[in-house]
């Protein structure tokens, strides 16, 4: 048994809502059973994510971009030469709100229609690198011996190959133009950290008494994994995943600027790049406006991701939860904060 105090603390806390917090040995009811797990898991995680700023902002700017990138793009028309005249400037005609580019397109519409593309390829990067790193991750410490210098050898492998020309190489290569595969291949160099650090963790929680209870009966690594140690690591993994898909974000909009990527759909970075071709850094009065919408934009929905995992990690924290729980007892609290 691990003798961290901390672990132990969230041993304890951990196990107020694993009984859902009835330590009173009286019968509940269905009803009253229902409303302790709603309480614990759903109404607590909100008292909790309410209490900070960070979360509903990050909440309200994520869930913009997603209605944006979802139903936005049947309400708003896909731009078209003949929006408004070209180069208007921003806030001159209403028509065309953040103005047109040199073609008369709207710079907004151009916006609200590279959105799904972006939404695409931030999911795949998250779900490509945060995958393969909990799979390698937790199996590596899980098993250990000869299984574990294996996937940890290709994991440093994968660290030392410089990430960018790797993902410009795979690029011309295969020249993406699904925002699905774009978003897999720039996962390829975002798992590796967070598959060690996975790892790290599984080695403590593999020497608890239950994880060696299961392996002694029996239990096949893929149930111990899925069931008794992968959840315990849920909050870091959502974490990094909202993490990755920033990432993604950032290198898909700079390859798309610098040429790398095929322009087969409306992207941020795709605008970037023909606002700087047309010269937009010397005739910033011209398309200044043209170059800083996407800029902004880009800037915005990270900030919003940054302040969702932000508030995740509070969301997530059992010692939060407990005291904002009002189903688990004064004493229990007590003894909580008192840790």
């Not at 960070?54 to 929006?83: E, H, N, Q, W």
């Not at 940890?152 to 960018?164: G, K, N, Q, R, S």
């Not at 974490?239 to 409306?266: D, H, K, Q």
Request: glycine letters at 8%.
């Amino acid at each position: 048994m691990s003798k961290d105090p901390q672990q132990q603390s969230n041993r304890t806390q951990t196990s107020i809502f694993d009984h859902g917090g009835d330590f009173t040995g009286q019968t509940s009811t269905r009803s009253e059973r229902a409303y302790r797990h709603a309480d614990q898991y759903v109404l607590a995680p909100i008292r909790v994510g309410l209490t900070d700023w960070r979360m509903p902002v990050g909440g309200i700017i994520v869930c913009f971009f997603i209605l944006l990138g979802t139903i936005g793009v049947d309400y708003v028309p896909a731009p078209k030469t003949s929006d408004g005249v070209p180069k208007t400037p921003a806030f001159v005609d209403w028509a065309v709100p953040l103005g047109t580019d040199n073609l008369g397109q709207g710079v907004a519409k151009q916006l609200v229609h590279a959105t799904p593309a972006m939404l695409k390829m931030a999911l795949a990067g998250a779900i490509v690198a945060t995958g393969l790193a909990v799979i390698i991750g937790t199996v590596a410490g899980y098993k250990g011996g000869t299984v574990d210098s294996v996937l940890m050898t290709l994991t440093d492998v994968v660290m030392t190959i410089p990430a960018l020309p790797l993902v410009i190489v795979l690029a011309a290569i295969y020249q993406p133009k699904d925002p699905f595969v774009v978003g897999m291949i720039l996962a390829i160099d975002n798992w590796p950290g967070l598959a060690r650090a996975l790892r790290s963790q599984v080695l403590t929680i593999r020497e608890e008494s239950y994880i060696e209870a299961a392996r002694t009966m029996g239990i096949s690594s893929p149930t111990v994994l899925g069931r008794d140690i992968v959840p315990q690591m849920m909050p870091y993994i959502l974490i990094n995943a909202a993490n990755a898909a920033r990432t993604v974000i950032f290198e898909s909009v700079a390859l798309y600027f610098l040429g790398f990527l095929p322009f087969s759909t409306f992207n941020w970075g795709v605008m970037l790049n023909l606002a700087y071709q047309a010269g937009a850094m010397s005739n910033i009065d011209l398309f200044g406006h043209w170059l800083i919408a996407p800029m902004v934009t880009l800037a915005v929905f990270s900030f919003g991701l940054i302040l969702f995992s932000q508030g995740l990690d509070r969301v997530f924290n059992p010692r939060l939860r407990a005291r904002h729980a009002k189903t688990v007892s004064s004493d229990d609290r007590t003894d909580i904060s008192s840790d």
